[in-house]
């Protein structure tokens, strides 16, 4: 069984196609790297598989449940795609807390533990709103990985960090692919997809094309 199995996938918005008959197969445990200029669908195909947008036509599976039919969103995710939406007066632990409890999956020291991953003080009192863009981008990867999840969807996980950001951010990466994980990453930063992915695909105007490597 793969991760993801996407089957003819069309997306069409106000008459202009944006997913054009996308055929995608992710095995587990794997990393996948997307990319391609700025509207090339990169973003959108991330949402696709996320479940928050439906296809126009095709079938989308992941762990073979058939999204929007079997399932609205995948069981076992994780996803950052744009800028994350967090509670402004909220310190970092006390936004994935309330995000945890959705779901009731792990504990305090759970949360604490991923906050410490990405290089914060699961401690630090000071409120969303007074990071850095580098925290708040941390901040994000640390909440796409609390919960172990199986599939792990990732839009330019390492903008808005330094060098050091970058370096840890890859390495949690890499720690969630050996730990079993499938995650997608969608990047600019082609040393991101060539550092962490085994397989490449390009995206242009909707159109996706498997490559030998981010090229």
Not at 17 to 30: K, V, W
Not at 171 to 190: F, L, M, P, Q, Y
């Given at each position: 069984?793969?991760?993801?199995?996407?089957?003819?996938?069309?997306?069409?918005?106000?008459?202009?196609?944006?997913?054009?008959?996308?055929?995608?197969?992710?095995?587990?445990?794997?990393?996948?790297?997307?990319?391609?200029?700025?509207?090339?669908?990169?973003?959108?195909?991330?949402?696709?598989?996320?479940?928050?947008?439906?296809?126009?036509?095709?079938?989308?599976?992941?762990?073979?449940?058939?999204?929007?039919?079997?399932?609205?969103?995948?069981?076992?995710?994780?996803?950052?795609?744009?800028?994350?939406?967090?509670?402004?007066?909220?310190?970092?632990?006390?936004?994935?807390?309330?995000?945890?409890?959705?779901?009731?999956?792990?504990?305090?020291?759970?949360?604490?533990?991923?906050?410490?991953?990405?290089?914060?003080?699961?401690?630090?009192?000071?409120?969303?709103?007074?990071?850095?863009?580098?925290?708040?981008?941390?901040?994000?990867?640390?909440?796409?990985?609390?919960?172990?999840?199986?599939?792990?969807?990732?839009?330019?996980?390492?903008?808005?960090l330094d060098e050091d950001g970058v370096?840890?951010?890859?390495?949690?990466?890499?720690?969630?692919?050996?730990?079993?994980?499938?995650?997608?990453?969608?990047?600019?930063?082609?040393?991101?997809?060539?550092?962490?992915?085994?397989?490449?695909?390009?995206?242009?105007?909707?159109?996706?094309?498997?490559?030998?490597?981010?090229?």
């Open positions: 069984m793969n991760a993801v199995e996407i089957s003819n996938m069309s997306k069409v918005i106000k008459g202009k196609t944006i997913l054009s008959h996308i055929n995608l197969s992710l095995e587990q445990g794997e990393g996948y790297g997307l990319y391609g200029h700025n509207g090339s669908g990169k973003s959108m195909l991330l949402r696709s598989i996320a479940g928050l947008i439906h296809p126009t036509e095709g079938i989308i599976k992941v762990f073979d449940k058939e999204i929007g039919k079997e399932i609205s969103f995948p069981e076992s995710l994780g996803l950052i795609i744009e800028s994350v939406g967090f509670w402004p007066y909220y310190t970092g632990f006390e936004n994935l807390k309330t995000l945890a409890s959705i779901k009731g999956l792990i504990s305090d020291a759970e949360i604490k533990h991923s906050i410490k991953r990405v290089g914060l003080d699961p401690d630090d009192k000071r409120t969303y709103r007074k990071y850095s863009l580098g925290m708040k981008q941390r901040l994000g990867i640390a909440q796409a990985i609390m919960e172990r999840p199986d599939l792990i969807l990732l839009d330019e996980p390492t903008n808005a370096e840890l951010v890859r390495t949690v990466v890499r720690e969630e692919i050996d730990r079993g994980a499938t995650v997608v990453i969608a990047s600019h930063n082609k040393d991101d997809l060539s550092l962490l992915c085994s397989k490449f695909f390009k995206m242009n105007d909707g159109i996706l094309k498997e490559t030998e490597g981010a090229q």
